[in-house]
């Protein structure tokens, strides 16, 4: 059992800048697909961000160049580090975690554990 805990979230400007992280247990950290995710109010979870076992990322599209997802896998930790945040992205970020590399990244039935959100609120 993996088990991940969000932190960073809080009240933002638009424009301004946060770091969330995801704390995760397991000794294979390294091993794992990490994902985050965001749901606006009324809407749908969706993918923000993935880091793959490795280094490699990808990105939503309308992220791109703003957000950067990073991992200390020393410290078992995942980070997303927002710049020029927009009122739009106001929602609760969520961790997620595959044991295996996901075919579909973007899709939540791929991911095996799931933190419990952190919300960013960005006031405009």
């Known amino acids: 059992q993996v088990q991940l805990v969000e932190s960073g979230g809080g009240l933002v400007q638009a424009g301004g800048s946060l770091r969330l992280s995801c704390a995760a247990s397991?000794?294979?950290?390294?091993?794992?697909?990490m994902a985050w995710f965001r749901q606006a109010p009324g809407k749908e979870r969706d993918f923000v961000a993935v880091?793959?076992?490795?280094?490699?990322?990808n990105y939503e599209d309308s992220v791109k160049g703003r957000f950067t997802v990073s991992r200390g896998d020393a410290k078992n930790t995942m980070y997303l580090q927002m710049n020029s945040r927009k009122h739009k992205n106001t929602a609760v970020y969520y961790c997620?975690?595959?044991?295996?590399?996901?075919?579909?990244?973007?899709?939540?039935?791929?991911?095996?554990?799931w933190g419990q959100g952190t919300q960013v609120t960005v006031s405009s």
């Open positions: 397991g000794r294979t950290f390294r091993t794992y697909t």
């Open positions: 997620a975690a595959s044991v295996f590399s996901p075919r579909s990244p973007t899709l939540l039935r791929e991911y095996d554990f």
């Open positions: 880091s793959w076992s490795g280094d490699n990322t």
